[in-house]
T-cell receptor
Framework: DVKVTQSSRYLVKRTGEKVFLECVQD?????MFWYRQDPGLGLRLIYF???????EKGDIPEGYSVSREKKERFSLILESASTNQTSMYLC??????????????FGPGTRLLVL | KQEVTQIPAALSVPEGENLVLNCSFT??????LQWFRQDPGKGLTSLLL?????REQTSGRLNASLDKSSGRSTLYIAASQPGDSATYLC???????????FGPGTSLSVIP
């Protein structure tokens, strides 16, 4: 079974802190994604990566950065956390262009509260 | 810009009913469409993926159809069960392969 794990289920941070969210997948997937999910706004793509050291901005990259030093690990960084970054963060991974196997597999999510 | 909508936003049915969830997208130039299930406070679980060249996919009591020309997909759930209660999201991948656009979801409640 594909497994996507996220480092924390719940996090509480203070405004201005630097926050790291880690995601690890065990299926040798090329693609990895970070989304945030908010009531009434649905899932919105923050960043994605289709290879090691490669990254592409999604729809809402402001205030975030990412790092992909190894294929299995994709980190989301909040450089200076703000209250409007309180949200559910979801990581996903998938194969790249392999026909019917582009299914995205999601981690359990990290619920971040910024005070 | 691709936009994905889902109707209805919420649905409540008695156990045993067959039901249909709808997904619409504005740009028919898609690579694939995927249906997901999300339980409260949890991540998303993939249910079915339909390639742009396909018309439907089936898994157990679930059947998803795709009509690219009209920009529509439906998820049919047969003989609904209380365990089917969840939010169902559709997601579209464009032909540039770079992004997946999610719909807002349909919240389904199956009453025993």
């Amino acid at each position: 079974d594909v497994k996507v794990t996220q480092s924390s289920r719940y996090l509480v941070k203070r405004t201005g802190e630097k926050v790291f969210l880690e995601c690890v997948q065990d299926m040798d997937h090329e693609n990895m994604f970070w989304y945030r999910q908010d009531p009434g706004l649905g899932l919105r793509l923050i960043y994605f990566s289709y290879d090691v050291k490669m990254k592409e901005k999604g729809d809402i990259p402001e205030g975030y950065s990412v790092s992909r030093e190894k294929k299995e690990r994709f980190s989301l960084i909040l450089e200076s956390a703000s209250t409007n970054q309180t949200s559910m963060y979801l990581c996903a991974s998938s194969f790249f262009l392999k026909g019917a196997t582009e299914t995205q597999y999601f981690g359990p999510g990290t619920r971040l509260l910024v005070l | 810009k691709q936009e994905v909508t889902q109707i209805p936003a919420a649905l409540s049915v008695p156990e045993g009913e067959n039901l249909v969830l709808n997904c619409s997208f504005t740009d028919s130039a898609i690579y694939n469409l995927q249906w997901f299930r999300q339980d409260p406070g949890k991540g998303l679980t993939s249910l079915l993926l339909i390639q742009s060249s396909q018309r439907e996919q089936t898994s157990g009591r679930l059947n998803a159809s795709l009509d690219k020309s009209s920009g529509r997909s439906t998820l049919y759930i047969a003989a609904s069960q209380p365990g089917d209660s969840a939010t169902y999201l559709c997601a579209v991948m464009g032909t540039s392969y770079d992004k997946v656009i999610f719909g807002p979801g349909t919240s389904l409640s199956v009453i025993p």
